[in-house]
């Protein structure tokens, strides 16, 4: 068992660990306001009244997975709840995608390439799905 305690290991430890503790909680405030947002600003559902059936309607509309780049990007300066949703999403997928690229520079720092080499293969592997989830 490797018990290795180097400055370097502890300093990508904590790195990495930072990464995952603030990627999650400004992903759930994102969400959270995206959500508030979403419902205090629509007249179809929330405080501003509706039905059971307009809820039912939200949640069975079908709905395009991502809005283009330039909308999302107006939508956040705008402040719709979308947009906020949207990048409280990308930003909880792409924690732990980011902490699987810091892992690759940490083994490389350390000159183990087997490590290395799995983790650029895990990293493509996550990098493969979200393109084929995309097109698919």
């Given at each position: 068992m490797n018990t290795d305690t180097s400055p370097t290991s502890l300093r990508v430890e904590r790195i990495i660990s930072n990464l995952?503790?603030?990627?999650?909680?400004?992903?759930?405030?994102?969400?959270t306001a995206g959500t508030a947002l979403c419902f205090i600003r629509s007249g179809d559902y929330g405080c501003a009244g509706g039905t059971a059936a307009d809820f039912q309607r939200l949640l069975t509309e079908h709905h395009t997975p991502l809005p283009p780049l330039h909308d999302t990007l107006q939508g956040l300066l705008q402040f719709q709840g979308g947009a906020i949703l949207l990048c409280g999403l990308i930003l909880l997928i792409a924690t732990p995608v980011l902490r699987v690229a810091i892992s690759i520079v940490a083994f490389a720092c350390e000159k183990d390439r087997a490590f290395v080499a799995i983790t650029?293969?895990?990293?493509?592997?996550?990098?493969?799905?979200?393109?084929?989830?995309?097109?698919?």
């Open positions: 995952l503790r603030w990627g999650v909680f400004v992903s759930l405030i994102l969400l650029t293969v895990v990293l493509l592997l996550l990098i493969l799905s979200f393109v084929l989830g995309k097109a698919g």
